[in-house]
């Protein structure tokens, strides 16, 4: 894998308050990484620290390789960024905007034409080099935000609430330009709106308290979940004397949702049924949704 962010021990403090903790997190090149969690869990912060804009107080940030606190300016510039509220002159014209940004990343004066002409294509921003960004619309506003991000042709890049505020039809835009980015990038895409991460992103990491609670693919392929239909109805205690059964719960008259053992089988279970001579009318794996996950582990519930 071509690794592009890597932290170790991830740590930082307010006042007292452990905001984020030992947090490690790897982003390879084509992944679109999802950065979920509930209000206070630590998302600002880990991107704060991902950006340079904080120190940490323990732990370290590779950026394509080189560490961020001993070589910030060279780390920065394998680093695309857009904020929540995109960083926008609303007096400047969008060209004059994205040259500036250009420049700020210190881009040889002879290729920003190019760059300009690169990414305005990119975003969709072919018509409005010459109008006020004071006068575009949020949709348009979003895609000047990226394209500032993007100027400099960075490795990773970094979205924090990308769609917040757009209608349907620039939600969808801007899902297609982000799966675009990632193919030659990583992209960490930081959103409370479970379906959008859904959407796009191919991994996810679920902060809680400021810890990682949960790191993975988006969908898990499968999940030692199953739901039974039975011809006989045994009283549901007797499931769990079943080597391969962690739990059990009868959902309704002839249904039940069975959790199994690590390493244990469906077909193990599907014997072991038919052996007792409860008649196994159907046999359904269950998957656990980003949103069923999200929940369990924020809120309480059970481990995921």
Not at 229 to 244: G, K, Q, R, W
Request: proline fraction near 7%.
């Amino acid at each position: 894998m071509d690794a592009l962010v890597v932290t170790k021990n991830l740590t930082r403090s307010y006042n007292g308050r452990c905001a984020l903790d030992h947090l490690d997190l790897t982003l390879n090149r084509g992944d679109v990484l999802g950065l979920l969690g509930p209000n206070g869990a630590g998302k600002s912060t880990t991107l704060r620290l991902l950006s340079g804009e904080l120190a940490p107080d323990e732990g370290n940030i590779h950026l394509c390789g080189i560490d961020l606190q001993l070589q910030p300016v060279q780390a920065k510039q394998c680093l695309g960024y857009l904020p929540e509220q995109p960083p926008l002159l609303l007096e400047q014209r969008v060209d004059e905007f994205l040259g500036d940004c250009a420049r700020l990343h210190r881009m040889p004066k002879l290729e920003i034409p190019d760059a300009l002409k690169r990414v305005k294509q990119q975003c969709g921003l072919e018509e409005t080099g010459r109008r006020l960004i004071r006068n575009l619309s949020k949709g348009y506003r979003q895609r000047v935000g990226i394209a500032q991000a993007i100027i400099h042709d960075p490795a990773v890049v970094i979205l924090d609430e990308p769609t917040d505020g757009l209608d349907p039809g620039q939600i969808r835009e801007v899902r297609g330009l982000i799966q675009a980015l990632a193919r030659e990038r990583g992209v960490i895409l930081s959103s409370h709106i479970l379906p959008e991460v859904q959407a796009v992103c191919n991994r996810v990491l679920i902060l809680h308290q400021g810890k990682p609670v949960y790191s993975g693919e988006i969908s898990p392929p499968t999940t030692p979940t199953l739901k039974l239909e039975l011809e006989h109805t045994p009283d549901v205690a007797i499931f769990n004397t079943l080597p391969m059964v962690a739990a059990a719960t009868n959902l309704h008259t002839d249904y039940f949702h069975i959790t199994l053992t690590p390493g244990a089988k469906a077909s193990q279970l599907a014997a072991a049924v038919v052996e007792q001579g409860w008649g196994l009318k159907s046999m359904t794996p269950e998957i656990l949704s980003l949103e069923q996950i999200f929940l369990e582990l924020t809120s309480g519930g059970p481990s995921a």
